[in-house]
């Protein structure tokens, strides 16, 4: 099977292409809160590093990183701005939504059309993040 021609496209280009997302930064009115939070919800339990300026937070796999600064979050983010994490199983994201009800975490959106499961819930600084599977 050959490159496909948009692939080879960009790379003539000189774009970077197939480049997995690292991390996120946010800032967060209570460090200690969304740390919490990130690691309870979404694995983010290894703390790589914690100064003044802010805690870093790196998941359990280590392929993903979390920044946290603190400060005056956005009041209010449009409804479509979130980031998402993947897993491989629907049935993962349906057991996380139970999860995220019994801890009281407030729910933004949810779809399960037998293809798409995803849930979105809000962290506590009202940020968007989603958890889905197809």
Known sequence: MGVSRCAE???????????????VALTVADRERSAAFYARHFGFTRRVHDDERFVLL??????????LSGGTPPPELPRTNHFGFQVDDPDEVRAARERFREA??????????????RVQVADPDGYRVELYAY
């Open 104 to 117: 009281g975490v407030p729910e933004t959106e949810w779809q399960d059309d037998g293809v798409f499961v």
């Open 9 to 23: 496209d960009s790379r003539a280009a000189g774009i970077i292409t197939g480049v997995p997302l690292n991390h």
């Open 58 to 67: 790196g998941s359990e796999d280590g392929k993903s990183l979390l920044a």
